[in-house]
């Protein structure tokens, strides 16, 4: 079995957000990195608001690092009070090294996942948040790819073998992997179609319109095509990221 991945996860804290449902199970077998952070107005020093929110925020973190061990994950924490929420997250994701992002829309017990294969890069990183999430579950993994009209079938088995090769590897039992392949779609709207009717999505962020879609679009309007919970595997950075 593959070592732990280093997980993000980012809850708003003193926004209403919590672990949603079925999300620490999840994460059973992770190194979470659990990230709450509040978006504070430009002219609020986060020293100010620190002083004001920090034991209501720290008690909310308290229980929900409580949550993640309770599963059996392991869990380092942060709490950030930032005037730029996104520029926090790819931050705390270069500082603390983490395989992948989590939107963690709540879940039931997980049986179907659906890896989105989009190309050949990082499909080590793909594949080791896969086998060091799902390797210990009883859950089928569906890898999926979209074939450009110029893509051969030999080149598309190529790619998910190679994959498929990488799961077993790292300890998944190859009796438990998948393989799709659809022609002639948007591959954008073929992910969302098909994620309906599997638990979690795996996918890469080396595809900009698919990290795009999860990060750049209202989380209500992400909740409505993707029901379940969304790992967006963070491409290898050559260093780390400065916030300014």
């Known amino acids: 079995m593959t070592d732990r991945q280093s997980i993000l996860v980012p809850i708003r804290v003193l926004e209403g957000e919590s672990v949603p449902e079925g999300v620490p199970e999840l994460l059973a077998h992770s190194h979470v990195v659990l990230v709450g952070y509040h978006v504070i107005p430009e002219q609020t020093a986060p020293g100010q608001a620190r002083l004001q929110f920090e034991d209501r925020a720290t008690e909310r973190l308290d229980e929900y690092e409580e949550m993640f061990e309770g599963a059996g994950a392991t869990v380092e924490r942060r709490l950030v009070f930032t005037h730029d929420g996104q520029k926090t997250i790819d931050r705390m994701i270069a500082e ?37 999430v799902f390797g210990a579950m009883d859950a089928d993994v569906t890898l999926y790819h979209v074939a450009a009209a110029d893509t051969t079938d030999d080149d598309v088995q190529t790619l998910l073998s190679g994959i498929t090769e990488r799961l077993v590897e790292f300890g998944m039992d190859p009796s438990t992997i998948e393989t799709r392949i659809d022609r002639d779609r948007n591959p954008l709207d073929a992910i969302v179609d098909v994620a309906k009717s599997f638990d979690t999505v795996v996918m890469g962020e080396t595809d900009p319109s698919l990290a795009t879609f999860v990060f750049g679009m209202p989380a209500t309007q992400v909740a409505n095509r993707f029901l379940g919970p969304v790992f967006v595997v963070q491409r290898e950075r050559a260093s780390a990221d400065e916030d300014g």
């Open 96 to 132: 603390h090294d983490c395989m992948a992002v989590l939107v963690p829309n709540a879940t039931g017990p997980v049986e179907d996942v659906l890896v989105p294969v989009r190309g050949a890069v990082g499909v080590d990183r793909l594949a080791r948040v896969v086998a060091s």
